[in-house]
């Protein structure tokens, strides 16, 4: 059974860091790729960025390239989200999500039950 638990949200004032971790079990890395993915009130989920567990390959959506990071920790089986230099804009439910490389390339399979993240102003 797979299952992503993620963690590491929280309150933080604008231009602030915070640092998100997805723990992933029940499914073989080589196969996924990884992603984060944030909503906010009113709005559609959106994509924030992707990690390829094989390659590290990252992608980046606009908004986030050059303040987020996103990497994995094989020892530890976590995704995190380093987020730097935050905006009123982050501030979202952050989810972390699981995507078969089999699937279509905005396909994501398992999903995390997020974590808020408030920026204030």
């Known amino acids: 059974q797979v299952q992503l638990v993620e963690s590491g949200g929280g309150l933080v004032q604008v231009g602030g860091s915070l640092r998100l971790s997805c723990a992933a079990s029940?499914?073989?890395?080589?196969?996924?790729?990884m992603g984060w993915f944030h909503q906010a009130p009113g709005k559609e989920r959106g994509f924030v960025a992707t990690?390829?567990?094989?390659?590290?390959?990252?992608y980046y959506a606009d908004s986030v390239k050059g303040r987020f990071t996103i990497s994995r920790d094989n020892a530890k089986n976590t995704v995190d989200l380093q987020m730097n230099s935050l905006k009123p804009e982050d501030t979202a439910v952050y989810y972390c999500?699981?995507?078969?490389?089999?699937?279509?390339?905005?396909?994501?399979?398992?999903w995390g039950q997020g974590t808020q993240v408030t920026v204030s102003s």
């Open positions: 029940g499914l073989t890395y080589k196969y996924y790729k």
């Open positions: 999500a699981a995507g078969l490389l089999s699937s279509t390339w905005t396909q994501y399979d398992y």
């Open positions: 990690i390829i567990w094989s390659s590290n390959n990252t």
